[in-house]
């Protein structure tokens, strides 16, 4: 019979890896694992565990096994259909939330949601403001209105090619996105996680600027006087970024710095 200390040995994993996927089959805390470590398991929990470590040496991200990944403290269900929400993207949501306060706003725009990550945390931050999102992709769209839904998170939701996916009429006090920003050529798109996540959802198939070049000049048409636009994108993308916020006619061009240390979200303001 193995225990949970026999089945962390054999799974050939870092333990904390090792000890998440066994909180995930057993579908107890860590504090059980702790009390328990010595225990015999089932041979279904033993089988069900030891397939996900083949699967998880094998490269597949610790989200997909679990189904969830955390961010700002929500849980969020995640799966193939979407990017997995990255601690990053953290600094996209303290800047929106910045943005909502200095604008006043009463409506937000998430461009390109994914899992929801953004536009939820935001949602649940501030639950005065109207907030929206969009996504290309119907099946990420399925997956942000299961999170929403679970986390109890007001949003409207829009399918569609960036603003192509709205009601012409609309406007909003502040858009943030976190597009597909890594160029096609980029090498981290064969290495770790990203080898598994949906390619539209991390790269334009070209330089990498393609789809930030269109948040851009379509937000001139759909912010409200006064209103900003904040953008996540690559550590090597901040000039060009701000270049074309001001090509565009924005002001207070800012650009932001992730835990990491690296320029990691752009934005400014638009009269
Ligand atoms: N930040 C992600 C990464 O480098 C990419 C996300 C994106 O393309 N929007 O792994």
């Keep these: 019979m193995q225990t949970v200390q026999t089945l962390l040995q054999m799974s050939g994993l870092p ?23 010595t ?13 996900l470590a083949a699967k998880r040496r094998q490269g597949h991200p610790m989200a ?16 193939s259909d979407v990017l997995i929400p990255r601690p990053d993207t953290e600094l ?44 290309f992709s119907a099946d990420a769209l399925a997956i942000a209105q299961a999170n929403a839904m679970t986390l109890g998170a007001k949003i409207q939701w829009w399918q569609g090619d960036w603003y192509e996916a709205l009601p012409p009429e609309g406007r909003f006090d502040v858009i943030v996105s976190n597009p597909p920003y890594i160029a096609s050529n980029d090498e981290h798109l064969l290495q770790g996680d990203l080898r598994f996540e949906p390619r539209h959802a991390l790269t334009d198939d070209g330089d990498g600027l ?5 948040i851009i000049s379509g937000a001139v048409q759909y912010l409200t006087s006064g209103g900003q636009l904040w953008l996540e994108h690559g550590y090597e993308q901040a000039s060009t970024v701000q270049d074309l916020l001001g090509l565009a006619g924005f002001d207070a061009i800012k650009t932001h710095h992730d835990l990491a240390g690296q320029p990691r979200v752009t934005g400014g303001c638009l009269y």
């Design 15 to 37: 333990r904390l890896e090792g000890r998440m996927l066994l909180e995930f089959v057993l579908k107890q805390p860590r504090s059980w694992l702790l009390a328990h470590d």
């Design 39 to 51: 225990d015999p398991l089932s041979p279904e929990v033993t089988a069900a565990f030891l397939s």
């Design 64 to 79: 997909h096994l679990v189904g969830q990944r955390e961010f700002r403290g929500h849980m969020l269900q995640v799966s």
């Design 92 to 135: 996209l949501v303290e800047l929106g939330l910045v943005a909502v306060e200095v604008v006043q706003a009463s409506s937000l725009l998430d461009l390109g949601t994914g899992s929801g990550a953004i536009a939820i945390s935001i949602a649940l931050a501030r639950p005065n403001v109207r907030v929206t999102a969009t996504d």
């Design 210 to 214: 393609s789809h930030i070049k269109t």
